[in-house]
């Protein structure tokens, strides 16, 4: 499913208008000062109902910090697996870049649905522009850091 600040939970062929409102935009409405406010629980049930409908309990989160918070993770029935994307520093560190992570993030949203991934493991295959899982630094247990 793809988060909208407008239509709230998005299927790929849904059709819509274009429009930029980003989800973080303080924007005043009948129940509260933004726009996760206005969504309140809404995007976490619709986001249930796929998965129950899809007969799964894992959420693979590649949305951004920003979106998912419009997602209420202890109403989310199932498990929230949040991949990180990390370059390598020069120093031999990891920092996530913004700009490189969002590529990646619709990079394994490709690699997933191409490959037709049916268990969440298979993930930890993804080698798309030169990425590859880093069990070092995915210390926590949904937390899956790929590194390049």
């Known amino acids: 499913r793809i988060l909208s600040g407008l239509y709230g939970v998005l299927r790929p062929l849904d059709l819509m208008l ?22 309140g629980d809404i995007i976490t049930e619709k986001l249930n109902q796929a998965l129950a409908a899809q007969g799964d309990d ?8 920003e979106y998912f918070k419009a997602v209420r993770p202890k109403k989310l029935k199932g498990r929230i697996i949040t991949p990180q994307f990390k370059e390598r520093r020069d120093d031999g560190s990891f920092k996530m870049i913004g700009i490189y992570a969002k590529k990646a993030r619709g990079l394994m949203s490709r690699y997933i649905i191409t490959e037709q991934l049916s268990d969440p493991e298979q993930i930890k295959a993804f080698d ?11 210390k926590k247990r949904d937390t899956w850091v790929f590194t390049r």
């Not at 693979?60 to 910090?65: E, G, K, R, T, V």
């Open 18 to 39: 274009p429009y930029r409102l980003e989800m973080g935009t303080p924007l005043p409405n009948p129940r509260g000062k933004n726009l996760y406010d206005f969504w």
């Open 58 to 65: 894992v959420l693979i989160n590649l949305a951004s910090n």
């Open 128 to 138: 798309y522009a030169g990425y590859t899982f880093n069990s070092d630094l995915s």
